[in-house]
């Protein structure tokens, strides 16, 4: 029996006339699958309130202030914070604190710091000051290349691998971030096999990790599964994790569609920190305690407090003198 | 399963045949990636007129409600729900009710279905040119005593006269359901509840069932058990969801729906109408956002999305209120090209 299965193939299968019986058990299957089924248990979420959120505020916050954030958010039981970016202070002034806020948190055991190193030099700064894990940022998009960093595409990942192979002789662990994954501000429309071209070459120097970004918000559930299904023909789909932000309030569904593809690791950034420097008022990432609520009524674990994390978002809205941007903190009904 | 044939197993067991068949599985999923598992198209019930300006605090004028409704008209959108014939004790918002209805551009192939809480309404929507009327149903008692001062088998009767009534004038009548996946008073609610109430106006004649997470508390897991259950009772093409997103889970919400079989989602211009249990916070789900995410799966509205814009952009003026929508936010604070 399992000889005359294997002879026939896909199409002769799938069509109507060899038993057309078979199509309505395969949309069944399909619509359970895709309704939740193949959903992660667990989902690590990265918490990049600290640098990425922090970064695009126009607000400078006190070290000590920052220092209080990343303590804050390590007890609500996220494994992962990234503390901060040892990029020049001339082009990110927020960051300018990089070495005392890395000195001054508590490094609680068990949870990740990692920390952006844009290059070599940042990279060495980063490990004198203790950094245990460290980040470094691609893009799909040429255009947004040279404007974001100065450079294109290819010189940005001859760079990284400069960082890598040092790291890498270092024992140091590195997370690549490729942005631009869904849609770019000056190319528009970015297409799935860049996307997948640059992850793949992150992951071949020895990320262990690569974070797809939707940089400005545009992607959809749609355009989320199309890039998905051809990244992970080319880095397995347990080293991928999604950087959604909720510009067009899509993230939420975009994660979704991502976690039924099989991702389970998630970036956010508390209280929806860091508004878009491409739209200007408009939000940027995925609050986490949005993130956490919808994932925790699916079922999934996360580790975090919900409450805790709460805290924290409200502590840094204090501090920043500005409104949450997550709806699960703005919404005061009990339940 | 015994001494059945292992054809027959197979048939009766998924699980049984990944067993026998551990390739397959790939195979299916390959499948399920690359056929699509969405509606082709979606209708889109705008209920912004209505239960957006309804709480919305800042009464407007008849004229404004009557230019919003004809901007939407010429969006594309197929079902606009335009107002409410309730006691203008009850609802200030909607007391000129009459006026609104009669005084609207009726656009061809769009309906405006008005809320018609019982028969004394229900006369008055007749007299006013209705061709359409929707029923308010609760999935919780306690929500349906608070809310219209009654029990929901109470109301089912009430509603039983309005439907009758409708159909002696060859109306259609949509009914609602709310709190599906919560309660501000009782907290979770039994899907099971939900599926009676959705079948008791199912069979009693309503066309379409649209199942309401009132507080917005559904995330897309207790959207899809409470799907799973609904949909055993009322078939998924009469089914409708009128997601809010008071939580930010909406669109995610939508989605499960969508993947579930639903094909008619409610959503309100700009987010229109916060929620009156938890002060401050969002409501129903913006149009735009819902719009945008659609289209963006290649799903077939009609709508224009540009157009919707400018109502938002129009009612938003009047009400002086920031919009609810990302995307109208977003398309804001674009450079001009």
């Given at each position: 029996?399992?000889?005359?299965?294997?002879?026939?193939?896909?199409?002769?299968?799938?069509?109507?006339?060899?038993?057309?019986?078979?199509?309505?058990?395969?949309?069944?299957?399909?619509?359970?699958?895709?309704?939740?089924?193949?959903?992660?248990?667990?989902?690590?979420?990265?918490?990049?309130?600290?640098?990425?959120?922090?970064?695009?505020?126009?607000?400078?916050?006190?070290?000590?202030?920052?220092?209080?954030?990343?303590?804050?958010?390590?007890?609500?039981?996220?494994?992962?914070?990234?503390?901060?970016?040892?990029?020049?202070?001339?082009?990110?002034?927020?960051?300018?604190?990089?070495?005392?806020?890395?000195?001054?948190?508590?490094?609680?055991?068990?949870?990740?710091?990692?920390?952006?190193?844009?290059?070599?030099?940042?990279?060495?700064?980063?490990?004198?000051?203790?950094?245990?894990?460290?980040?470094?940022?691609?893009?799909?998009?040429?255009?947004?290349?040279?404007?974001?960093?100065?450079?294109?595409?290819?010189?940005?990942?001859?760079?990284?691998?400069?960082?890598?192979?040092?790291?890498?002789?270092?024992?140091?662990?590195?997370?690549?971030?490729?942005?631009?994954?869904?849609?770019?501000?000056?190319?528009?429309?970015?297409?799935?096999?860049?996307?997948?071209?640059?992850?793949?070459?992150?992951?071949?120097?020895?990320?262990?990790?690569?974070?797809?970004?939707?940089?400005?918000?545009?992607g959809t559930p749609g355009s989320m599964q199309e890039m998905l299904a051809v990244v992970?023909?080319?880095?397995?789909?347990?080293?991928?994790?999604?950087?959604?932000?909720?510009?067009?309030?899509?993230?939420?569904?975009?994660?979704?569609?991502?976690?039924?593809?099989?991702?389970?690791?998630?970036?956010?950034?508390?209280?929806?920190?860091?508004?878009?420097?491409?739209?200007?008022?408009?939000?940027?990432?995925?609050?986490?305690?949005?993130?956490?609520?919808?994932?925790?009524?699916?079922?999934?674990?996360?580790?975090?407090?919900?409450?805790?994390?709460?805290?924290?978002?409200?502590?840094?809205?204090?501090?920043?003198?500005?409104?949450?941007?997550?709806?699960?903190?703005?919404?005061?009904?009990?339940? | 399963?015994?001494?059945?044939?292992?054809?027959?197993?197979?048939?009766?067991?998924?699980?049984?045949?990944?067993?026998?068949?551990?390739?397959?599985?790939?195979?299916?999923?390959?499948?399920?990636?690359?056929?699509?598992?969405?509606?082709?198209?979606?209708?889109?019930?705008?209920?912004?007129?209505?239960?957006?300006?309804?709480?919305?605090?800042?009464?407007?004028?008849?004229?404004?409600?009557?230019?919003?409704?004809?901007?939407?008209?010429?969006?594309?959108?197929?079902?606009?729900?335009?107002?409410?014939?309730?006691?203008?004790?009850?609802?200030?918002?909607?007391?000129?009710?009459?006026?609104?209805?009669?005084?609207?551009?009726?656009?061809?192939?769009?309906?405006?279905?008005?809320?018609?809480?019982?028969?004394?309404?229900?006369?008055?929507?007749?007299?006013?040119?209705?061709?359409?009327?929707?029923?308010?149903?609760?999935?919780?008692?306690?929500?349906?005593?608070?809310?219209?001062?009654?029990?929901?088998?109470?109301?089912?009767?009430?509603?039983?006269?309005?439907?009758?009534?409708?159909?002696?004038?060859?109306?259609?009548?949509?009914?609602?359901?709310?709190?599906?996946?919560?309660?501000?008073?009782?907290?979770?609610?039994?899907?099971?509840?939900?599926?009676?109430?959705?079948?008791?106006?199912?069979?009693?004649g309503c066309y379409e069932v649209s199942l309401g997470d009132t507080i917005g508390v559904?995330?897309?897991?207790?959207?899809?058990?409470?799907?799973?259950?609904?949909?055993?009772?009322?078939?998924?093409?009469?089914?409708?969801?009128?997601?809010?997103?008071?939580?930010?889970?909406?669109?995610?919400?939508?989605?499960?729906?969508?993947?579930?079989?639903?094909?008619?989602?409610?959503?309100?211009?700009?987010?229109?109408?916060?929620?009156?249990?938890?002060?401050?916070?969002?409501?129903?789900?913006?149009?735009?956002?819902?719009?945008?995410?659609?289209?963006?799966?290649?799903?077939?509205?009609?709508?224009?999305?540009?157009?919707?814009?400018?109502?938002?952009?129009?009612?938003?003026?009047?009400?002086?209120?920031?919009?609810?929508?990302?995307?109208?936010?977003?398309?804001?604070?674009?450079?001009?090209?």
């Amino acid at each position: 029996m399992a000889a005359v299965w294997r002879l026939v193939n896909r199409s002769a299968f799938s069509s109507a006339t060899i038993g057309h019986q078979y199509l309505p058990f395969s949309s069944a299957v399909k619509a359970g699958m895709r309704a939740g089924q193949t959903l992660p248990e667990r989902v690590k979420i990265v918490e990049v309130g600290p640098r990425d959120g922090l970064q695009n505020e126009k607000t400078i916050v006190p070290t000590e202030t920052k220092i209080h954030l990343i303590d804050m958010l390590s007890e609500s039981g996220l494994s992962v914070v990234e503390a901060t970016s040892f990029v020049s202070p001339k082009w990110v002034p927020q960051m300018a604190d990089q070495v005392e806020v890395l000195k001054g948190i508590y490094r609680k055991p068990g949870v990740s710091y990692p920390v952006l190193t844009p290059n070599l030099k940042g990279f060495q700064a980063a490990v004198k000051a203790g950094a245990s894990e460290v980040a470094i940022f691609g893009a799909a998009s040429e255009q947004f290349s040279k404007k974001n960093i100065n450079c294109s595409v290819d010189e940005s990942l001859r760079r990284f691998d400069e960082v890598v192979k040092a790291a890498t002789e270092a024992g140091v662990p590195v997370r690549g971030y490729v942005s631009c994954v869904l849609g770019c501000p000056y190319e528009g429309k970015v297409r799935p096999e860049k996307v997948a071209h640059v992850a793949k070459r992150l992951y071949s120097m020895g990320c262990y990790e690569i974070s797809l970004g939707d940089t400005i918000g545009v992607g959809t559930p749609g355009s989320m599964q199309e890039m998905l299904a051809v990244v992970s023909r080319e880095v397995p789909v347990n080293a991928l994790a999604v950087h959604c932000h909720d510009t067009y309030g899509q993230a939420l569904a975009n994660i979704l569609v991502a976690l039924q593809m099989g991702v389970s690791v998630v970036d956010s950034s508390v209280s929806g920190l860091g508004g878009c420097p491409y739209a200007q008022g408009a939000s940027g990432n995925v609050a986490t305690e949005d993130l956490v609520y919808m994932l925790h009524g699916l079922g999934i674990q996360t580790g975090v407090d919900l409450t805790k994390l709460m805290d924290a978002g409200a502590f840094i809205c204090r501090s920043l003198n500005r409104k949450t941007s997550s709806k699960v903190a703005q919404a005061t009904c009990k339940l | 399963m015994g001494n059945l044939p292992t054809s027959v197993k197979h048939c009766l067991s998924y699980d049984q045949l990944i067993q026998d068949y551990p390739w397959l599985r790939r195979w299916l999923l390959e499948e399920a990636e690359t056929a699509s598992e969405y509606p082709e198209s979606v209708k889109i019930v705008e209920v912004g007129p209505r239960d957006g300006l309804q709480n919305e605090k800042e009464i407007l004028p008849t004229g404004v409600k009557i230019q919003l409704i004809d901007m939407l008209s010429g969006s594309g959108l197929r079902v606009i729900e335009a107002t409410s014939f309730v006691s203008s004790k009850w609802v200030p918002q909607m007391a000129d009710h009459t006026e609104v209805l009669t005084g609207i551009k009726r656009a061809p192939h769009v309906q405006y279905p008005v809320l018609t809480p019982n028969m004394q309404g229900f006369q008055d929507a007749v007299a006013a040119g209705v061709t359409e009327v929707a029923v308010f149903g609760s999935a919780s008692e306690t929500f349906s005593l608070k809310n219209i001062n009654c029990s929901i088998d109470e109301s089912m009767r009430r509603f039983d006269e309005v439907v009758k009534g409708a159909k002696a004038k060859m109306i259609p009548v949509r009914g609602y359901v709310s709190c599906a996946l919560g309660c501000p008073y009782e907290g979770q609610i039994d899907p099971s509840k939900v599926a009676e109430v959705a079948k008791r106006l199912y069979e009693m004649g309503c066309y379409e069932v649209s199942l309401g997470d009132t507080i917005g508390v559904g995330t897309p897991g207790s959207m899809r058990k409470m799907l799973q259950c609904v949909m055993k009772e009322v078939p998924a093409s009469v089914l409708a969801v009128h997601c809010h997103d008071t939580y930010g889970q909406a669109l995610p919400n939508i989605l499960t729906a969508l993947q579930m079989g639903v094909c008619v989602v409610d959503s309100a211009v700009a987010g229109l109408g916060g929620c009156p249990y938890a002060q401050g916070s969002s409501g129903n789900v913006s149009t735009e956002d819902v719009l945008y995410m659609l289209h963006g799966m290649g799903i077939h509205t009609g709508v224009n999305l540009a157009k919707v814009l400018e109502a938002g952009d129009f009612i938003c003026t009047a009400l002086q209120r920031k919009t609810n929508s990302k995307v109208a936010q977003a398309r804001s604070g674009m450079p001009r090209s």
